[in-house]
């Protein structure tokens, strides 16, 4: 509790807010969904076109899978290029989502710049998985990964706040919500960018790299990101 706050205001805003949560009504996900329809009619943002990853994609995927501090707070182990493109051909299949556990990946596309081994292809400079954390509770997952070369110019929130968009609108999410390595300060710094609030620290919950490791919980409402877009 806040020091200067009294009982009166933490009972008032527990009210509130369990008001404001029945009114947003039961969980009313809208699943199934294959993503594969939005290879056809793909995320167009500002600067970036976001459709499926495709198997195809694994070459400029793997300039960035390839990259030691890329993975740093990503639990994927450093691949050597045979098992790095099998493994974006399992990531690509990955479409229709049914329950829990279910994702997709978006491709961010940048138009203008050449893949790096089909220069009539637009290169992917990152991916974000969208994941059905719990079906029953309408609770998505979204998690991210851009080349360090077009990091630090926006890219990501432009595509994570378009997706986030999407999400919320076409599959109708009670939250959506981040897991991160809690010293990800790019990632968390990211989630704020999106309207995510930090919610909980969780002590040692994943073992890395040899090490047991926090993850940061980072999570936006549906009606809080209502809200904010007005
Ligand atoms: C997490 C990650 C995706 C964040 O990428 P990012 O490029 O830092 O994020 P953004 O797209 O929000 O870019 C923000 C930066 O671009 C700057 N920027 C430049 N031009 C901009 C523009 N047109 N619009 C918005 N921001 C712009 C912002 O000022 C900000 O800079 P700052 O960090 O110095 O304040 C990236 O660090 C990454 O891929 N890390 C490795 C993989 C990883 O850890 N993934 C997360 C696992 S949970």
Redesign the pocket.
């Known amino acids: 509790m806040h020091e200067n706050s009294t009982p009166d205001d933490t009972t008032t805003t527990t009210l509130y807010r369990a008001a404001a949560a029945a009114a947003d009504g039961p969980p009313a996900l809208r699943l199934p969904f294959d993503a594969t329809g939005l290879t056809e009619t793909p995320i167009s943002t500002e600067r970036l076109v976001l459709r499926p990853l495709e198997a195809s994609d694994a070459p400029d995927v793997f300039e960035y899978q390839r990259i030691p501090e890329?993975l740093?707070?990503?639990p994927w182990p450093l691949r050597e290029r045979a098992d790095a493109y099998a493994h974006t051909a399992k990531r690509a299949a990955a479409r229709v989502l049914a329950g829990d556990g279910d994702y997709f990946v978006l491709a961010m596309t940048l138009p203008g710049t050449p893949s790096v081994e089909d220069g009539a292809r637009d290169r992917v400079i990152?991916d974000i998985m969208v994941r059905v954390s719990s079906a029953k509770h309408a609770q998505f997952e979204l998690?991210?990964?851009?080349h360090p070369d077009f990091?630090?110019?926006?890219?990501?929130?432009?595509a994570a706040s378009a997706i986030r968009d999407f999400v919320f609108a076409t599959l109708h999410p009670h939250r959506i919500q981040?897991f991160?390595?809690a010293r990800?300060d790019?990632?968390a710094?990211?989630c704020e960018?999106l309207g995510m609030r930090r919610e909980a620290t969780i002590l040692e919950e994943q073992f890395n790299d040899g090490e047991w490791q926090d993850t940061a919980l980072y999570g936006v409402l549906r009606r809080e990101w209502a809200a904010a877009r007005g």
């Open positions: 890329v740093t707070y990503v990152g998690g991210w990964i851009v990091q630090g110019k926006g890219y990501a929130r432009e981040a991160l390595d990800n790019a990632s710094a990211l960018r």
